[in-house]
Each structure stands twice: as structure tokens, then as C-alpha cells.
């Protein structure tokens, strides 16, 4: 079974509109952590924001957001204020907390690509 | 100066040929990965490395080898390269301070693109 399931293969917005980037998880680990990656068309990955299964509040870093709901096993990215240079290629990763969970390992979604228009 | 660097950036060679991709960081990180990328799949692990004595097959580690140099340097072998080798392949590192940590974020090099003719 896919351990991170991104159901969007693309997504479009508008400029300064927000989007909500669709990912869930599965896992019977109670610790568990869930990542979010940007790939641009240059290729790199960047590493975008951090949600512990443990924490009780959304994680936020600047126009990033992350609406997790544990009972859903969800982790949506939300972007407020698109702009043109977030058109990219969005991934959702976990890694599991769990004895011999192939330790440090994360299992990657096959991501969304985003494509903001003016 | 970039925390983790790929060389090549770019290869193309042919099957059978014996390729080598190197990754070095400057992050401190006691931790390393090779992944590889193809499109639509997402990224899978190849191989992973906590440190220079402990190295760990991934899901996909069949037809790879790697070497961990030193702390800084992580490689990754491709001793007969065949056509469905061509992906782009990332190296990441991640810092586990001592412990293991569910929130280690891994940081990801800028990949080699590799063709196999």
C-alpha cells in the first residue's frame, strides 16, 4: 500500500488566490513526522515545512500552512497568496518513528504540479 | 557555496559502462541518502548511511553500490549501467544529533540527471 498518496497530479490558481495541495498518509506508527518538498523546473528540492504527529497545532512557515487532520491522516499544504514563483512540483513525505522503521527514511508522494497564472 | 553538492550535474553514458555519482556535503550531518527520481514515481530510496561504518540497502538498492569516504562523502555506484537507470538522482543528508528524531529534515542536494544510452 502507498504510504503517502497525493491525489492531485496538477493543480492551477491564480496569482494572490490561495490553493490547497491534497496528501494523505498511512501508517499505524503514533510517531510519525510529515514534510513538505518544492521541486522547481531547476530540479532542486526544497525543504518547505515540518508537521509532527505529536503537535497540536497546524504547522505554519510564512505563505505555507499545513491543515493536518490525524484522523483523517491528512496533511494538505495550504498556500496563501500564490505567486508566479511557486509554480513548481510539490511533495509530500512522512518518515515513521517506529523500531526498525528503516530509520531516517522518507516515503515520498509522486507529487502535484502547481502552476500559478498571472 | 551550496551545503551539498553533486557531481556530475549532468552524464549521459552508455550500457554497461561503469558510472560513479558524488555527493559531498558541508552541513556537519552525520547522515546520508541516495535517492532517485522518475517522473510521475516520486523519489525512492537507494541507499542510506548514518555513518561511515553503518551503510543500509533501500527499496531499490538492486544494480547500486555506494561509499561512505568519509562523513562528508557519500557515493553512489552504478557497476554496469543499464537504459532504465536514466532518472535523476538525489543525494540528502540529514543530522540526528546524536539521537532519532522523526523531525530530522533531510536536505537534498541539486540531483545529477543521468542518461543511460
Known amino acids: 500500500a502507498q504510504k503517502i498518496t497525493q491525489t492531485q497530479p496538477g493543480m492551477f490558481v491564480q496569482e494572490k488566490e490561495a490553493v490547497t495541495l491534497d496528501c494523505t498518509y498511512d501508517?499505524?506508527?503514533?510517531?510519525?513526522?510529515l514534510f513538505w518538498y518544492k521541486q522547481p523546473s531547476s530540479g532542486e528540492m526544497i525543504f518547505l515545512i515540518y508537521?509532527?504527529?505529536?503537535?497540536?497545532q497546524n504547522a505554519t512557515e510564512g505563505r505555507y500552512s499545513l491543515n493536518f487532520q490525524k484522523a483523517r491522516k491528512s496533511a494538505n499544504l495550504v498556500i496563501s497568496a500564490s505567486q508566479l514563483g511557486d509554480s513548481a512540483m510539490y511533495f509530500c513525505?512522512?518518515?515513521?518513528?517506529?523500531?526498525?522503521?528503516?530509520?531516517?527514511?522518507?516515503?515520498f508522494g509522486r507529487g502535484t504540479q502547481l502552476t500559478v497564472w498571472p | 557555496d551550496a551545503d551539498v553538492t553533486q557531481t556530475p550535474r549532468n552524464r549521459i553514458t552508455k550500457t554497461g559502462k561503469r558510472i560513479m555519482l558524488e555527493c559531498s556535503q558541508t552541513?556537519?550531518?552525520?547522515?546520508m541518502y541516495w535517492y532517485r527520481q522518475d517522473p510521475g514515481l516520486g523519489l525512492r530510496l537507494i541507499y542510506y548511511?548514518?555513518?561511515?561504518?553503518?551503510?543500509n540497502k533501500g527499496e531499490i538498492s538492486d544494480g547500486y553500490s555506494v561509499s561512505r569516504q568519509a562523513q562528508a562523502k557519500f557515493s553512489l555506484s552504478l557497476e554496469s549501467a543499464i537504459p532504465n537507470q536514466t532518472a535523476l538522482y538525489f543525494c540528502?543528508?540529514?543530522?540526528?544529533?546524536?539521537?532519532?528524531?522523526?523531525?530530522?529534515?533531510?536536505?537534498f542536494g541539486p540531483g545529477t540527471r543521468l542518461t543511460v544510452l
Open positions: 540528502a543528508t540529514s543530522d540526528s544529533m546524536g539521537r532519532w528524531e522523526v523531525s530530522d529534515t533531510q536536505y
Open positions: 501508517t499505524s506508527d503514533p510517531s510519525y513526522g
Open positions: 508537521q509532527g504527529s505529536y503537535d497540536q
Open positions: 513525505a512522512m518518515r515513521e518513528g517506529g523500531r526498525g522503521s528503516t530509520l531516517g527514511r522518507l516515503y
Open positions: 552541513k556537519g550531518h552525520d547522515r
Open positions: 548511511s548514518f555513518d561511515v561504518k553503518d551503510i
